[in-house]
């Protein structure tokens, strides 16, 4: 089983953005990759674990990017590719094609190729592209929003959920998947996985830019909401407005 | 929770665990009306206490950071949230060996239960330490961790409790009002706040809140990189918090400590990492907390590898993951201090900053009664916020020595070591010449001072063994035998000391005499030429600082100090100047350079370059006088801090090299050499069993117990009298001795020689303890080269301080016959005094 799981490196955005000029400010913010994509890379450590085989991380971004690549070879990836960029934004289309280049190039090596994982989406741009463009590029079957998963006999059976069911696909292998976060817990690196990480090699490749999609002009922030905090009331006469709210969420039944 | 009052006695700002333990501890001491105000939400407003480790190591080499932590693990004790778990500090390497017996030797001094373990007692208690990479482990059962948060909310329920406090958590202060000088209130976003007393308990944003009011606070925020890994199977069945010591791993700067099913491993040994107090996040920008920044992983890659070698049981398992990696900030200061104190800049604004939660309730305690009457129990003379110099107030100097002391957390810190970063700030005018001398200098409040000169290494063929050579290695460290060489010369002949680091002050006015006798324990009604040594008493007693003070004129008195306690002196003085104006303090320290000139010899050299008359008749011991040395006036006060015959020169500093040359060529034909601070302020004053303020002089002793007490009181009143003649009308249950080391030869025959700090102990090993328990230890230790004996002082219980006492000094694990030679201020060398008077 080979498998490429592709992540992107976001700010991790916890606390109040701000931003400069025309980015985000990240004075303050450390980076990650969306939590679909943590469960991609789970997913994959996971399958070469059950089927043996092995697994790649790769990432189009600056070469900072390479903490994301060690992240993810931290929790077990046996390899990591960095499309190293000089950190201007990649519109999803040329993103597509640079990753669809780097693939086809591995396949062309002889490199296998069972599946390619991505996360549903990214968690800054949230465009939903990617994973689709990349699959159309390379003529493979592609199944979007995956949250369970199953290999065997050389096809992949997939699972996404829909209102209370799940709607169950099967594609031969290759196929692109796109990972949707509770798949799976994904772990925490442990020690020795850290070391083991940093002394990997990362294969940097020098993409080409080629883009054609709708490009980013400027970013700004959405009126701030309000965080209001209401009180209920206190002791058990705030019990019935409890109630009521806790219907109206849908948690409890009407 | 509520809205701001108007009105307040004190506000505390800051509600992390050293702003609840302050309002616990005013509440405790009888203040009313006390608010506490913080911006964050509680019970963690998102300083450094949120994310604190929350062990506690009980043994410093410093005593009072070590009274400190004491007092504070009484108090959490008493409050129900600490928990013993014992602590072991493991040595990698043989140096590391060595300063664990150093670390015994402290405990001892200060009463601490503790033991040196092998490695594989180290692994019976800890079953995850890999016993094959430590070479031994010092063992305090003591050491515990504590519930900082849970703490910090019993202490504000307490002082609620007792109806003395309002709690106001989500207010931001946005000012300090100060008028006359003096604090008047806070302003907050929710309301302003009248107040007289305000408190800075602000941790690393303290800086910043200290310079609304015009004041400031120098520390600077630092981070410090901690993991937490689990889940760990060793500790599944872990009942509670912790079940295994605590490990610090010295010699890589690090520790690893059970939290429940967790390890965390903390480090000190990356990079320093400083801020600006102005880039840290706010709480609404900060992803986790304003002192929870992104980890950087590159700083913290060796560190985990180092970590894997010491705990491979647990870090190695490929189950246990990094569940927590934090880049937390903690507050630095430049000299590793908290900060303590009223501020000199602005009275009734006080700071309580750059404390850890080891230590908070303690210092809470003693920063309370500082508040309340003057008069802590526990001395803290070393954390005093007026210690610092305008210099040592620089970014550039905090930022400087923060980031040098960062890596010495865990250090091997010799008790002499100097400081690399930031130095030749302040030099005396006989610098180039002391250069050219090949002067090793050493630092004091800034001044480069020499602690012994390389010219004079051509005197140890002279000496041979008379210079006590040392074949120990660490105290040979920052020593040399040309102490000791240049120490003989003087008493043989003549010595030249740079004295530059002094402080001085002009007291003036006509309210001048009166202020001096009122804070002085010395008579101050004297005629215009006479040098008083004396002591200043707090209202307790206590021993606040110990100076000389010259009457120049009827109404303008010169005072002298030393550099190290300048500044917390000159607080002292001008917070009891006349309120009406009638007399002034001027800080003159940049307009004298001083040079001592002591020995037999001195006479002569000093007689050769001036007309006035210098005849013992004409120039008596304890007089000053106006003298010409050359073309140069200056001022002459024949008194000794080395109890030899001569005079310290006071002169314009742009004069000064013209007064070294001068001198210098005077005193060659009468054996004049350059001696250093080592003789000056370690051979020469123990031989003549002088004490020294922070030494022997503290507020923690009286003048009985030091043997200063004169043989009368004046009848003027003065700060410290009540206490100073009960005092008197006790006999002392303890009294300053100084000690011979009878034979300081080891148990390998190497000679070795004690530094100070060292514990007292009987000839069988047990403590000395005094009839209130408190242990003797040595105060001040140093070559006597004319006696031929290593000195040391040490308090000792009274039913023991007698002449021909044995005793020993336990030193790097071995014992060390003593005896004490002297007990009260007599000098051991020329008792009589004969030389300095003659």
Not at chain 1, 18 to 34: C, G, H, R
Request: glycine residues 10%.
């Amino acid at each position: 089983m080979e498998v490429v799981v592709c992540v992107k490196r976001v700010p991790a955005t916890a606390g109040k953005i701000t931003l400069t000029e025309d980015e985000v400010d990240t004075k303050f913010l450390s980076f990650a990759v969306s939590p679909h994509e943590e469960c991609a890379v789970e997913e994959a450590v996971r399958l070469v674990e059950a089927h043996g085989g092995s697994s790649t991380v790769l990432t189009l971004g600056p070469a900072e990017a390479a903490d994301q690549l060690r992240d993810a070879l931290a929790m077990g990836i046996g390899e990591a590719v960095l499309l190293e960029t000089d950190g201007t934004e990649w519109d999803a289309v040329a993103t597509a094609r640079a990753i669809s280049d780097a693939v086809s190039a591995r396949r062309e090596q002889g490199r296998g190729l069972d599946l390619l994982l991505f996360g549903n989406e990214s968690a800054d741009t949230g465009d939903f592209q990617v994973g689709v463009r990349v699959a159309h590029a390379l003529d493979l079957p592609c199944v979007t929003g995956v949250k369970a998963l199953q290999i065997a006999d050389g096809r992949a059976v997939a699972k996404r959920q829909v209102g209370s069911g799940w709607e169950v696909f099967e594609v031969d292998l290759p196929a692109v998947l796109t990972i949707k976060e509770g798949i799976n817990l994904p772990r925490y690196p442990s020690v020795p996985g850290r070391l083991r990480a940093k002394k990997k090699e990362i294969e940097r490749i020098v993409p080409e830019r080629r883009p054609a999609g709708p490009e980013r002009l400027r970013l700004h922030l959405p009126p701030e909401q309000e965080r209001g905090v209401q009180i209920l009331g206190t002791g058990p006469e705030a019990a019935p407005k409890v109630v009521e709210i806790l219907r109206e969420i849908g948690v409890m039944a009407q | 929770m509520s809205a701001p009052p108007k009105e307040a006695n004190v506000v505390v700002i800051g509600a992390g665990i050293v702003g609840n333990c302050m309002a616990y501890q005013l509440a405790l001491h009888g203040w009313k009306d006390i608010v506490l105000l913080d911006k964050g939400p509680l019970p963690n407003p998102g300083g450094s206490t949120g994310h604190a480790s929350n062990f506690i190591f009980l043994v410093d080499h410093s005593k009072e950071m070590t009274d400190f932590t004491l007092d504070s693990v009484r108090q959490y004790e008493e409050l129900g949230v600490f928990t013993r778990s014992g602590g072991i500090e493991v040595a990698r390497t043989t140096e590391r060996v060595q300063e664990l017996k150093r670390r015994l030797a402290s405990s001892r001094s200060w009463g601490i239960e503790s033991e040196l373990l092998s490695p594989d007692q180290v692994k019976e208690l800890v079953p995850y330490v890999a016993a094959d990479v430590i070479l031994g482990g010092f063992h305090t059962p003591g050491v515990g961790v504590v519930d900082s948060l849970r703490a910090g909310t019993l202490m504000r329920e307490k002082a609620q409790e007792l109806g003395a406090l309002t709690v106001v958590a989500g207010t931001e202060i946005v000012g300090i009002d100060v008028d006359g000088g003096h604090a008047r209130g806070v302003r907050t976003r929710e309301g302003d706040i009248r107040a007289e007393t305000v408190v800075i308990a602000c941790g690393i944003w303290s800086p910043r809140i200290a310079r609304m009011a015009g004041a400031s606070i120098p520390l600077t925020p630092a981070v410090h990189q901690m993991i937490s890994v689990g889940p760990v199977p060793l500790f599944a069945t872990t009942v509670g918090e912790i079940e295994y010591p605590i490990v610090r791993d010295m010699d890589t700067n690090m520790y690893e400590r059970q939290h429940g099913g967790d390890l965390e491993v903390g480090s000190y040994a990356h990079r320093p990492i400083l801020l600006d107090p102005d880039e840290i996040p706010s709480i609404e920008e900060a992803a986790l907390s304003p002192t929870e920044l992104p980890f950087t992983q590159e700083d913290f890659d060796l560190q985990m590898e180092q970590a894997l070698e010491l705990v491979p049981d647990i870090l190695g398992d490929e189950r246990v993951g990094i569940r927590y990696a934090i880049n937390g900030l903690l507050s630095l200061t430049p000299d590793g201090a908290p900060i303590l104190g009223e501020t000199p800049e602005v009275k009734g604004l006080w700071s309580a900053a750059a404390i850890w939660i080891k230590e908070a309730p303690g210092i809470a305690r003693t920063v309370a009664e500082w508040m309340t009457d003057g008069t802590p129990e526990i001395d803290p003379h070393g954390s005093d916020i007026a210690r610092f110099y305008d210099h040592q107030r620089t970014a550039a100097h905090v930022r400087s020595r923060s980031a040098e002391g960062f890596n010495k957390t865990y250090g091997i810190v010799h008790p002499m070591e100097q400081w690399s970063s930031n130095r030749d700030v302040r030099l005396s005018p006989f610098n180039a010449r002391e250069r050219e001398l090949g002067a090793v200098f050493f630092e004091a409040a800034g001044w480069e001072r020499p602690y012994w000169y390389g010219s004079n290494e051509e005197l140890l063929g002279e000496f041979g063994e008379r210079v006590m050579p040392r074949d120990g290695e660490w105290e040979s460290r920052w020593w040399s035998p040309v102490i000791n060489a240049e120490h003989l010369a003087m008493r043989d002949h003549a010595g030249l000391v740079d004295l530059s680091a002094f402080t001085i002050f002009d007291v003036t006015g006509p309210g001048a005499p009166a202020f001096l006798q009122r804070v002085a324990v010395a008579q101050m009604d004297v005629p215009v030429g006479r040098v008083v040594y004396t002591s200043l008493l707090n209202a307790a007693g206590g021993i606040r600082a110990d100076l000389t003070i010259m009457r120049l004129r009827p109404d303008a008195f010169r005072v002298v100090t030393g550099g190290h306690s300048g500044m917390v002196d000159r607080k002292w003085l001008i917070d009891h100047l006349p309120a009406d104006g009638s007399a002034q303090l001027h800080d003159a320290t940049s307009a004298w350079c001083t040079v001592g000139v002591w020995g037999p010899r001195a006479r002569d050299v000093v007689g050769s370059v001036t007309d006035d008359d210098v005849s013992n008749e004409g120039f008596p011991f304890a007089t000053c006088r106006p003298v010409t040395l050359g073309t140069v006036r200056a001022l002459a006060s024949r008194i000794s801090y080395v109890g030899e015959l001569g005079w310290e020169i006071y002169a314009p500093i742009e004069q000064g090299a013209r007064l070294w040359d001068l001198l210098w060529e005077a005193g060659r034909p009468h054996g004049l050499v350059p001696v250093g601070i080592g003789a000056y302020a370690v051979t020469g004053r123990l031989e003549k069993s002088y004490r020294a303020h922070g030494n022997e002089l503290d507020l923690e002793h009286d003048l009985v117990e030091a043997g200063m007490a004169r043989p009368s009181v004046k009848d003027e009143d003065f700060v410290g009298r009540d206490a100073y003649l009960k005092q008197r009308s006790q006999e002392p249950i303890r009294r300053l001795c100084t000690l011979t080391v009878d034979d300081p030869t080891s148990s390998t025959g190497v000679k070795r020689y004690m530094m100070g700090r060292e514990p007292i102990i009987t000839g069988d090993g047990a403590p000395v303890l005094d009839a209130k328990g408190r242990r003797s230890y040595v105060t001040s230790a140093g070559s006597g080269p004319s006696l031929g004996a290593h000195l040391l002082m040490s308090y000792l219980p009274s039913e023991i301080a007698t002449p021909g006492r044995k005793l020993a000094v336990e030193y790097f694990g071995e014992r060390y016959p003593v005896t004490v030679a002297v007990a009260g201020s007599t000098p051991v060398f020329d008792p009589e005094n004969a030389r300095m008077k003659g």
